[in-house]
């Protein structure tokens, strides 16, 4: 993300390999995994709106509601701004990819306060690749965040 591997998360792949004299046929290789640019323009868009990167870890499970091939899945964990940070104590961004387009999950982590206690709210959207460049992703996650934080109390 932003040209930096994600901390947190590390990519490798198990291989094995016969060949004469090897030193060792056995070893994990290390593969750099980029953005597609769709993911890239919404990761762009949450810095746009001054949403900095916290950490990501991959976690086994499904997502409800959600078409997975993997039985895993990636969350990108981002610390709010000012605007955003008296209700929402972390928001948690996965992106899972089919051919023509990809499934945005957000879930916002509320902010506790004195006498209530912290939940989470789920909001997802769909994101069609060929028309990812021609929309205002600062305003429509802007408006995921708002309605989502409304629905749920966090503003």
Request: with cysteine.
């Amino acid at each position: 993300m932003y040209g930096r591997p994600l901390l947190g998360t590390t990519v490798g792949l198990a291989t094995e390999l016969e060949v004469a004299g090897a030193v060792d046929p056995g070893d994990l290789d290390p593969i750099v995994v980029q953005p597609l640019p769709a993911q890239e323009r919404l990761l762009e868009a949450f810095g746009n709106l001054g949403f900095r990167f916290r950490n990501a870890d991959c976690e086994k499970g499904r997502i409800y509601g959600v078409n997975q091939k993997l039985p895993f899945y990636q969350e990108i964990e981002f610390t709010p701004p000012p605007q955003y940070a008296s209700g929402i104590k972390q928001l948690e961004v996965t992106f899972v990819a089919y051919p023509d387009s990809m499934d945005v999950v957000l879930e916002l982590d509320k902010r506790g306060g004195m006498f209530t206690e912290g939940h989470d709210s789920f909001s997802r959207f769909k994101v069609d690749y060929a028309t990812v460049g021609n929309t205002d992703w600062e305003g429509q996650l802007n408006g995921f965040l708002q309605d989502a934080g409304r629905r749920k109390g966090f503003f």
